[in-house]
Structure formats: structure tokens, C-alpha cells
């Protein structure tokens, strides 16, 4: 689940976190590389890199690596203890892996001291990326937890609201349940010529966008729908519960008929596109790191004013990159300094004003955030702290098992063909079961 939001030219004005910078030649400086997805985390978080600089005599290597060979590469470089990377980017569904073959250190006893900086992550986030069997593991820098971003032009219009209390016998709102998005989906779902606030279509109009292409997004969405079921995509036991499966993956499909047909082509930064040229009016279970690409069609189309809010059932993926230190590290200690910097309060602050989604309550608490003039970049924080509260105590089967993150990189195929049409939900559902049993060898083992 990568996301990149194309805010980099806002890093410019950001100035480095460091202090007064350390007397350090060059010659002297300690060399540590940190591997990680190029794009916006790369070109956000690079500009606060010259800020650890200046307090520490490290120099740090920013490796730029496409999202979709980060895992491959990274696998690669810790099986042969090269020593390549000191510092990892993970998603949260490759902790455990990571963790469980030795490919990281644990960082318990260097946060000894630190519990301040720890207990002010988010403790939903803590519990599912910096946390595997009593030991830290590092530090989240970017969280991409998705709810619910709309057209909130169009759930307010008077116009709107009187016609769908006719059609469906309740009042058009934020749904809080997924037959209520359901509902609002096939409601503002209009071809062209058709009226929408009172004014002509000028071309198709669709009521929700989805991330249907074949990208591991797909499960994203769908995720958020099957733990509202009270299911995982693992059990207890460590098997896909094939019938619950099934149920999302039929109210996934039922939700393409109000979608564009692109949608079998996009992941989120082409429902991005579609929000932005006024094709849709709602997300799925969407990440919100994506709130100030959204709030951008406030300027882009007429008359459109965006919301966010948690997700239906209070239930949505969640999770965020964590910062690591490898293994075979020939330098952990910097490797650390390093990542509790990146992790820390002034670094997140400076990325936060950026337009970053912060991991840390006391960034996404901070007035200034909250204020109308900073809502285009941190519009979403409020509804980020709801939902880190109403997902408090959450855990996913699918992030404790050590070979989640080869679960997660074959998820798509069977999803992806089931939302084209290639093949039922239950096939899909069947299909996912007998990958992940093969994956794991049988029941996969299940590890908090």
C-alpha cells in the first residue's frame, strides 16, 4: 500500500529540524543509507535528512526505490547480510517478516529511556507497526490509515437531500454504515444531461470511485468491509475464512456499477484524478494521506467543497511505514539516532506543515493544525485521531504473521480477476485460501 501524494515542491520552504550544526569534517562523517520509496516520502522527508546532519557527524545515503520493487529489494539485500541498506522501509504487513527472520534489530533497549517519544505514537499505530512480541522495532514515520473523503456540496445540497429522503426513506448524510455508501453510490450515479445540484451533467457522473486495478489496493479497500463483519483475512487458526471473503468480495462487486469504468485500471491516485475532475462523488475506504491531493478540487471544479470522515462502521485499513535498522547494519547505533529522529516530534512537525501525515498525537493534536488555513494540507488530522480511537485495541492477523507480506503481494490476482468479471467471489475467495495455504505450508502461524 504505497502512496505518494505529489506535494514535493512544498518541502522548498521547509526548513531543516537540526540545531546548531556539529564542527565535522566531511572525511569524518559516518555513512548510513537509508532505503525507501522514491517519490513524495523520499523528496519530503530528505529535505529534514540535512537536519540530522547538522546535530550528528553521519552522513546519510537516501536510496530512491519504486514502491513496487522496495520489498523485493529489500528481501534480497537482509538474506544476503549485505549490509547494503542500515535503515529499511516497511509496510506494516512486513514487521512480522522482518522481525521473525532476524533481518532487523530490535530497538527495546535503545527506547529504554526514550518512553515519552514511544508512548506519543499513536498507540493503535504502536500496536500494529512499531510492536511484534514485546519488542520495539522501530519507529512509524507516515501513516496512510484511510476513512471517507467526499463531495460535501453534494451530501448538503437541499436539492440532493429532499430527492434521496424520497427515494430511499432516510436522510442523505455521511453514511455510517456500508449499505448507506451503498445507497448514496447508486443515488449519484447519473449519465450525462442529467441534473446534479440543479444543473446539467456535461458528461458522466459516477457515485463512487474505486481503486479496482491490478494493485494491491484492492485489498486495502475491501479490508475496512471484512473487519466490519467482525473477520479477518486470516483466522485465529490461521486460514482465509473463504464465506466471509466472499461477502466483501460481492459487496465490492455490486459497488462497480456506480463506479467509472477506469476503475479496473486505477489505484488511488486515479480516484484522485476522477475527485478531481469532478467525476465522483466519494471515496470507498480511502486513504486519507490523500486529503490534500483531494482538497485540491475545491479550486478545480465549480461549486465543490470536500469532507472527510471515518469510514462506515468506524472500520478502515490502517497502518504506516516503519523505519527499521537492519541486521547487518555495519553502524545501528547511528542507524537509531536516525530513525528516532526521523520518528520525533520536530521532524514530524516540520513534515506535517508540509502537507505529511504525521504518526504522532501531539502533531495531530496541534492546534495549529486545526486551523481553516492550514486545511488543505491538514484538513484530515481530526478525523485521523477519531479513527485511531475508534480502532483502538485493533489487530489484523494478516500483520502478525510472518509471511504477511507475501499474503499481501498475491492478494490482488484473485481479487483483481473477480472485480473484472473473470471470475466469481467465491471463486476469488476460494482462489486467495488456497494461495495463502501454499504460502504458509498450511495454517499460517499467527504471532503478536
Same mark, same amino acid.
Given at each position: 500500500?504505497?502512496?505518494?501524494?505529489?506535494?514535493?515542491?512544498?518541502?522548498?520552504?521547509? #526548513?531543516?529540524?537540526?540545531?546548531? #550544526?556539529? #564542527?565535522?569534517? !566531511?572525511?569524518?562523517?559516518?555513512?548510513?543509507?537509508?532505503?525507501? %520509496?522514491?517519490? $513524495?516520502?523520499?523528496?519530503?522527508?530528505?529535505?529534514?535528512?540535512?537536519?540530522?546532519?547538522? !546535530?550528528?557527524?553521519?552522513?546519510?545515503?537516501?536510496?530512491? %526505490?519504486?514502491?513496487?520493487?522496495?520489498?523485493?529489494?529489500?528481501?534480497?539485500? =537482509?538474506?544476503?547480510?549485505?549490509?547494503?541498506?542500515?535503515?529499511?522501509?516497511?509496510?506494516?504487513?512486513?514487521?512480522?517478516? $522482518?522481525?521473525?527472520?532476524?533481518?532487523?534489530?530490535?530497538?527495546?533497549?535503545? $527506547?529504554?529511556?526514550?518512553?515519552?517519544?514511544?508512548? !506519543?505514537?499513536?498507540?493503535?499505530?504502536?500496536?500494529?507497526?512499531?510492536?511484534?512480541?514485546?519488542?520495539?522495532?522501530?519507529? +512509524?514515520y507516515y501513516t496512510y490509515t484511510a476513512g471517507y473523503i467526499y463531495r460535501a456540496d453534494l451530501l448538503e445540497d437541499a436539492g440532493e437531500k429532499e430527492a434521496f429522503k424520497a427515494k430511499y426513506g432516510y436522510d442523505l448524510a455521511v453514511p455510517t454504515t456500508w449499505k448507506q455508501h451503498r445507497d448514496i453510490a447508486e443515488f449519484f450515479t447519473r449519465k450525462k444531461g442529467a441534473m446534479l445540484k440543479g444543473a446539467p451533467l456535461e458528461k458522466d457522473f459516477y457515485g463512487v470511485g474505486l481503486m479496482a486495478g491490478p494493485f494491491p489496493e484492492i485489498q486495502d479497500e475491501m479490508s475496512g468491509v471484512i473487519w466490519s463483519q467482525g473477520a479477518d483475512w486470516l483466522t485465529d487458526d490461521g486460514v482465509v475464512p473463504v464465506d466471509a471473503v466472499e461477502k466483501a468480495m460481492n459487496d465490492y462487486l455490486a459497488l462497480m456499477q456506480f463506479a467509472p469504468p477506469a476503475a479496473l485500471t486505477v489505484t488511488y491516485d486515479g480516484v484522485?484524478?476522477? =475527485?478531481?475532475?469532478? @467525476?465522483?462523488?466519494?471515496?470507498? *475506504?480511502?486513504?486519507?494521506?490523500?486529503?490534500?491531493?483531494?482538497?485540491?478540487?475545491?479550486?478545480?471544479? +465549480?461549486?465543490?467543497?470536500?469532507?472527510?470522515?471515518?469510514?462506515?462502521?468506524?472500520?478502515?485499513?490502517?497502518?504506516?511505514?516503519?523505519?527499521?535498522? *537492519?541486521?547487518?547494519?555495519?553502524?545501528?547505533k547511528?542507524? =537509531?539516532?536516525?530513525?528516532?529522529?526521523?520518528?520525533?516530534?520536530?521532524? @514530524?512537525?516540520?513534515?506535517?506543515?508540509?502537507?505529511?501525515? *504525521?504518526?504522532? =498525537?501531539?502533531?495531530?493534536?496541534?492546534?495549529? $493544525?486545526?486551523?481553516?488555513?492550514?486545511? #488543505?494540507?491538514?484538513?484530515?488530522?481530526?478525523?485521523?485521531?477519531? %479513527?485511531?480511537?475508534s480502532m483502538k485495541g485493533f489487530r489484523s492477523n494478516l500483520f502478525d504473521t510472518p509471511f504477511g507480506a507475501k499474503i499481501y503481494n498475491t492478494m490482488q490476482i484473485p481479487l483483481q480477476s473477480a472485480a473484472a468479471g473473470q471470475i466469481t467471489a467465491r471463486q476469488a475467495a476460494e482462489q486467495l485460501a488456497a494461495q495463502v495455504e501454499k504460502i504458509c505450508g498450511g495454517p499460517c502461524p499467527i504471532g503478536k
Open positions: 500500500m504505497k502512496r505518494t501524494i505529489l506535494l514535493a515542491a512544498m518541502m522548498a520552504t521547509a #526548513a531543516p529540524v537540526g540545531a546548531q #550544526a556539529q #564542527a565535522c569534517a !566531511d572525511a569524518d562523517r559516518v555513512p548510513i543509507t537509508w532505503s525507501t %520509496i522514491a517519490g $513524495f516520502y523520499t523528496d519530503a522527508m530528505a529535505k529534514l535528512v540535512a537536519g540530522f546532519e547538522a !546535530d550528528h557527524c553521519v552522513k546519510v545515503n537516501v536510496v530512491n %526505490i519504486d514502491n513496487s520493487q522496495l520489498y523485493n529489494k529489500q528481501v534480497i539485500e =537482509m538474506v544476503g547480510e549485505t549490509g547494503a541498506y542500515d535503515v529499511v522501509t516497511l509496510e506494516t504487513s512486513e514487521k512480522a517478516e $522482518f522481525a521473525e527472520n532476524g533481518f532487523i534489530l530490535p530497538m527495546t533497549e535503545y $527506547f529504554a529511556d526514550k518512553k515519552a517519544q514511544l508512548d !506519543d505514537v499513536a498507540p493503535t499505530l504502536a500496536a500494529l507497526t512499531v510492536q511484534y512480541k514485546g519488542d520495539v522495532w522501530g519507529l +512509524p484522485m484524478n476522477q =475527485m478531481k475532475d469532478g @467525476q465522483i462523488a466519494q471515496t470507498y *475506504s480511502f486513504f486519507l494521506d490523500q486529503w490534500p491531493n483531494a482538497a485540491q478540487t475545491e479550486t478545480l471544479v +465549480p461549486g465543490a467543497r470536500m469532507g472527510v470522515a471515518e469510514a462506515p462502521e468506524k472500520k478502515a485499513y490502517i497502518g504506516g511505514f516503519l523505519l527499521a535498522v *537492519s541486521a547487518s547494519s555495519t553502524h545501528p547511528e542507524a =537509531m539516532d536516525f530513525v528516532a529522529y526521523l520518528g520525533g516530534h520536530d521532524a @514530524q512537525m516540520e513534515f506535517a506543515k508540509a502537507g505529511g501525515t *504525521s504518526t504522532l =498525537m501531539s502533531v495531530l493534536s496541534d492546534p495549529q $493544525f486545526a486551523d481553516p488555513a492550514n486545511r #488543505a494540507k491538514t484538513g484530515h488530522f481530526g478525523t485521523l485521531l477519531a %479513527i485511531f480511537d
